[in-house]
């Protein structure tokens, strides 16, 4: 979080997911965040590595399994999920699925949120906040 000069840790394996890490690059001090709508958390999910920074949206994108995009707001401390887009495949998953190589990136020149799948696959998204 270039803003505020802080390191997100996230870790969804241990009970209380919804939980994130914030370490000041400055001071090198840990705080213990809870965000606004922790309650509504899926609890479902199983890993926070596939995750970006955006700096022009001030959010942390999360691409988890099973198939969910959490953004955290850093300004506001909070928590959404994104409505997931796009198709159902035979298995009734969103495509593109994430998984554990799954690639995702902020492309600050051309604006966009870049996805590559571990077949090769590469999606762009381009984000708006309302």
């Known amino acids: ?15 209380e997911k919804y939980k994130i890490w914030a370490v ?7 705080e213990v965040l809870v965000p606004k709508n922790s309650d509504k958390f899926p609890m479902d999910v199983t890993m926070a590595r596939e995750c970006t920074y ?15 995009t959490l ?3 850093c300004e506001k401390n909070e928590w959404i999920e994104m409505p997931e887009p796009g198709e159902l495949n035979k298995k009734n998953e969103a495509t593109p699925g994430y998984g554990v190589s799954t690639g995702v ?11 590559v799948q571990t077949n090769g696959a590469v999606y ?4 708006a906040l309302m």
């Open 1 to 15: 979080d270039s803003k505020r000069d802080r390191v997100y840790l996230m870790n969804f394996v241990q009970k």
């Open 105 to 115: 990136e902020w492309d600050s020149k051309r604006k966009l949120l870049w996805l």
């Open 54 to 68: 955006v700096p022009d949206l001030d959010i942390v994108i999360i691409c988890t399994r099973p198939q969910k």
């Open 24 to 30: 000041d690059m400055k001071t090198k001090m840990v």
């Open 71 to 73: 953004i955290y707001f």
């Open 124 to 127: 762009a998204m381009r984000l």
